[in-house]
């Protein structure tokens, strides 16, 4: 980390800065003395990589647009975050605008009083109508966060492994389980590699199978049936050796590595994949997450969300640069840059996204996503559902007990944050 003055004594103070910025957990990524007269709208934010690039870019241009304003992006360790954001309100200074994690960390930050109130902000927005609902975070009605673009799940798949077997990509779970064996069957290549971990990576990739029942977080124990079902349905992949027992362990990473290796006819992975996947050797598409029998696909929308601090002294001023994140012509940067899938109407609709084949299958599942439970405890549940289902893969659960574990301890869990849910 570099933070550059011009007079000696103000890059000695920066370097204090930096070691207390450090050991506090925060690090200045993109700090610049600012000149008088000019307003600088802080920004906490835990991007690496081409979001990161992205964001950085943004900011550039709402610089140039509107002269005398500064973005200082400031990158925070997301694991301390909610801490730190939780302690920026007793001292009366939240950044101006930050990022958060719109499943674990909205029900803490929103309770604990640091996000403002945006739903006049948004009332007000011309562009209000062409988001979907997943776009807004509410609380008792009143909109706190606003997500500009989304990361799904999906179906990838290796062209080359169906070919040989003449089979089609699936659109069910039922098909995706016969390709599967047939592929096993005729022992040169596996079926699925997806995470099976025992936590909201395993829970994600395993949700979908009953959300297009419309079975979630909030129903479980109504519909055990239902739940039950998907258990011995993962119990049959891994009797089969179609799902292999390794996927216990596997985060999204791993297994998206044993795709790679072209010896998968199959893998479970999201949008954020679609740059890897051009490094294959061996041909490949993408379909929407295959839906269960007699119901849709449909799969939790991922992704961060964007907050505008409480105790904000520029909030107008914050609002204006979130009004540019959440413009078609920056989603269609993040898309350019990250691969993830724009919500405002019309840059999702933009050729580069619509011309693209792989691109379609994740765009599509946008417009029918499912809405995640309303309770400050959401991440405790995922912990619950994605443990039941690793165990069942691993071997030390039967589906049935797997099914069990999971309604009554994410039941718990839910009675724990409150009792609510939808």
Not at 124 to 145: L, M, Q, V
Not at 239 to 259: E, G, I, K, V
Not at 380 to 399: D, R
């Amino acid at each position: 980390m570099e933070v550059r003055m011009t007079r000696t004594p103000l890059r000695l103070l920066a370097l204090a800065l930096a070691v207390l910025m450090t050991t506090s957990g925060c690090a200045i990524s993109s700090v610049a003395a600012s000149s008088p007269g000019t307003t600088v709208l802080t920004f906490w934010q835990y991007y690496d990589g081409t979001q990161l690039e992205w964001l950085e870019g943004e900011a550039q241009r709402f610089e140039q647009d509107n002269p005398g304003v500064q973005i200082e992006l400031v990158q925070v360790v997301g694991s301390q975050q909610d801490q730190k954001l939780l302690a920026s309100v007793a001292t009366g200074s939240t950044p101006d605008l930050f990022t958060n994690n719109i499943v674990v960390d909205f029900p803490t930050l929103v309770s604990g009083g640091v996000m403002r109130d945006l739903t006049p902000y948004w009332e007000s927005f011309a562009d209000k109508d062409r988001f979907p609902d997943t776009a807004t975070w509410e609380d008792e009605g009143r909109i706190f966060n606003l997500m500009s673009y989304t990361n799904l799940i999906g179906l990838y798949y290796n062209q080359d492994i169906l070919d040989e077997y003449g089979l089609a990509p699936p659109t069910t779970l039922d098909e995706l389980q016969a390709a599967m064996e047939t592929v096993k069957a005729g022992g040169k290549y596996e079926g699925v590699a997806l995470s099976g971990a025992a936590d909201v990576e395993g829970a994600w990739l395993f949700a979908p199978q009953l959300l297009g029942l419309d079975v979630g977080y909030c129903n479980l124990a109504e519909q055990a049936g239902q739940v039950t079902a998907a258990f011995e349905r993962i119990g049959r992949w891994r009797a089969a050796d179609t799902l292999p027992r390794a996927a216990a362990t596997w985060d999204q990473n791993a297994s998206w590595q044993q795709f790679m290796t072209g010896r998968y006819a199959f893998a479970l992975n999201g949008n954020w994949q679609l740059g890897n996947v051009e490094e294959a050797g061996f041909r490949y598409g993408t379909a929407r997450y295959p839906a269960p029998t007699g119901g849709r696909s449909q799969v939790f929308p991922g992704g961060e969300g964007f907050a505008i601090g409480s105790k904000s002294q520029h909030p107008d001023l914050a609002w204006k640069f979130l009004q540019q994140l959440m413009s078609p012509e920056s989603g269609e940067a993040v898309y350019a840059a990250a691969g993830s899938i724009p919500l405002h109407e019309q840059a999702a609709a933009a050729p580069a996204l619509q011309d693209d084949a792989m691109v379609a299958p994740f765009a599509a599942a946008t417009r029918d996503a499912a809405e995640w439970p309303n309770n400050p405890n959401t991440a405790a549940m995922q912990k619950a559902l994605g443990t039941a289902v690793s165990s069942v893969i691993s071997g030390e659960q039967t589906p049935e007990d797997g099914a069990r574990a999971a309604i009554d301890d994410i039941g718990e869990a839910r009675e724990q944050g409150g009792g609510g849910c939808a």
